[in-house]
């Protein structure tokens, strides 16, 4: 054990030190500062643009019922919007009036067609105001058409707030879901989920470039002559899987920092989901780690690893996908069957534990499904290993991989 800990300190120094690690840290965390700070600004912006006063010119080309004093009645109750008729005009008369006041736009009415003519058309947030006015308007309208009163029209158009609460089956208790807390455990979900996705590739193929590296290098050849190949793949896997956490730890460090000044999603992250993204990013790393480390000693050159882990990363991305798709049901069939497959696992069982409430008999499983896999994985990687970081110039077929493993 003090050997390997000793390859893993070895491994974890040699990266922490090198200028792309220490780039991708600090443009990792200002990614993460940035989707942390971005957001707010532009609520705030997009809530300045909502205090933009409307000035709206408004011509009838229809000689029915107006429609004007529907239009005016509705905004008279609102502030920042002023209606102005431009009875009497013709649309260039009005239309140059509307550049000369400086006003919003003009408006054209014809029975049931509506034309802005807007001096700017790209204002895109400026003209759904209008359109949600003008529509508000047109509902008055059609309710005087048909005889009824505002009073029907309140009726009408009552929503009601369905609130939702789930019954635990093993208590009886009722626990209420709130809409806006399951939108924020979603966001938080969807943000650590990620941030587990990249970690997975990031890191699985970190170690395999890694063993790839040595071997082109001929260091194995030294490092095998005085310790076991298994004690090389452990030491790499745990020195990269530090190396990922202190990193991880930086971006997060800065993220939460940074959150509740900015007033963002993420000031309630809890301790308790902290922990859980930190073991099933543990049981994913390690479970995935002992694949990619077989695959890195499958090559003989750097050049070469991607076409050996390509699989092992569409599984990875197979799993993000299947996570993310079981958002709108986590305790589906779909979710329930992820949860324990190890290529899905860690992505699909951890987004449950955020957003549903899974058994304690689920999640145990689901553990320990991984821990097994990862023993597992590291016993058939470990012979691989044994044989593959010795092979020079030639990759293995899998004829030739199937009877290692046997021998």
Known sequence: MKT???????????????????????????????????????DNLAHEENLTNIELLVLEQSNGASFVPFLEQTTGQKEGINIRSARGKSEVEAYALVLDEGL??????????????????????????????????????????????HGDMQVLFQRISLDVREISPENGHALEK?????????????????????????????????????????????MVSTVKPTQLMFGKIIGVGALGLVQFAIWVGSTLVLNPLAKGNFSSISLEVLLWFGLYFILGYFFYASIFAAGGALVSRVEEVNQVITIFMMFIVVGFFVAFSTFDNPNGKLSMIASFIPFTAPMVMFSRVVLANPSIFQVIASIVILILSFLGGTWISAKVYHVGILLYGKRPNLAEIVRLLRD
């Open 4 to 42: 390997i800990f000793i390859l893993a300190r070895r491994d974890f120094m040699s990266r922490v030190k090198r200028p792309s690690y220490i780039i991708t840290t600090i443009i990792g965390s200002l990614i993460l500062i940035g989707l942390t700070l971005i957001p707010p600004m532009l």
């Open 178 to 222: 709130s809409s806006g807390a399951h939108e924020q455990a979603l966001l938080l979900t969807y943000f650590l989920l990620f941030m587990l996705y990249m970690a997975l590739i990031l890191y699985g193929n970190m170690v395999a470039s890694g063993v790839a590296e040595e071997k082109s290098s001929r260091i194995m050849e030294v």
């Open 104 to 149: 919003t736009g003009l408006l054209l009415i014809d029975d049931s067609s509506f034309v802005l003519l807007s001096p700017n058309s790209l204002d895109a947030g400026l003209h759904n105001r209008i359109e949600a006015h003008v529509n508000e308007a047109f509902v008055r309208f059609n309710a005087a058409k048909l005889g009824l009163s």
